[in-house]
């Protein structure tokens, strides 16, 4: 069936780095974009930053510009967030998304996530 | 960017409708037709109820519909149902990033 499952998170202090990874099954990963989506304890949900199908494009929020860097192995259906100089404001859930069409040109709504990675940044 | 306006709070009896606003701006909500909604339960992966502002995935019952006008958008939900209860964000294209809204828990009384 249709998947998306992440790994790669854990407690780590402030200013260490960490890799997030998304692996995908059942579906054609090589046409569709990904992002990657943080929720905090208790919080709302925030956009983090999204990857083209060919990985030619990435954009990001604001609050991850120059410490994030998304890309992705379409040989081997897998996504990653790096993350770099982790502050304790980053400790949230991590979801990757499909979106919902494939060769997408504008982000559109997201309609497979995984079950998220918990990512804690703590001393 | 910042986050789009949700009110924190809606409720609605078991068969009544509830209808929950999304206000951002003319560079996000105003300027696209790419807003769509989500449904998350606690503990829960988000689900897509509603994508290019009025469009449901398949399998999305009918009860569920988006509209907008201006820079606000709208998630009715008719006939409510227990099931329902859960919270809902919006979310919206604001050119070469996306932006979710803060939240509303929706309460079936």
């Known amino acids: 069936q249709v998947q998306l499952v992440e790994s790669g998170g854990g407690v780590v202090q402030p200013g260490r780095s960490l890799r997030l990874s998304c692996a995908a099954s059942g579906f054609t990963f090589t046409t569709y974009n990904v992002h990657w989506v943080r929720q905090a304890p208790g919080k709302g949900l925030e956009w983090v930053a999204v990857?083209?199908?060919?990985?030619?494009?990435?954009y990001y929020a604001e609050a991850v510009k120059g410490r994030f860097t998304i890309s992705r192995d379409n040989s081997k259906n897998t996504l990653y967030l790096q993350m770099n100089s982790l502050r304790a404001e980053d400790t949230a859930l991590y979801y990757c998304?499909?979106?919902?069409?494939?060769?997408?040109?504008?982000?559109?709504?997201?309609?497979?996530w995984g079950q998220g990675t918990m990512v804690t940044v703590s001393s | 960017q910042s986050a789009l306006t949700q009110p924190p709070s809606a409720s609605g009896s078991p068969g009544q409708s509830v209808t929950i606003s999304c206000t951002g701006t003319?560079?996000?909500?105003?300027?696209?037709?790419?807003v769509s909604w989500y449904q998350q339960h606690p503990g829960k992966a988000p689900k897509v109820m509603i994508y290019e502002v009025s469009k449901r995935p398949s399998g999305v019952p009918d009860r569920f519909s988006g509209s907008k006008s201006g820079n606000t958008a709208s998630l009715t939900v008719s006939g409510l149902q227990a099931e329902d209860e859960a919270d809902y964000y919006c979310?919206?294209?604001?050119?070469?990033?996306?932006?979710f809204g803060t939240g509303t828990k929706v309460t079936v009384l």
């Open positions: 998304a499909r979106e919902i069409s494939i060769f997408g040109l504008i982000p559109d709504a997201f309609d497979v």
């Open positions: 979310s919206a294209y604001a050119g070469s990033n996306n932006v």
């Open positions: 003319s560079s996000d909500v105003g300027a696209y037709d790419y």
């Open positions: 990857i083209s199908y060919d990985g030619r494009n990435q």
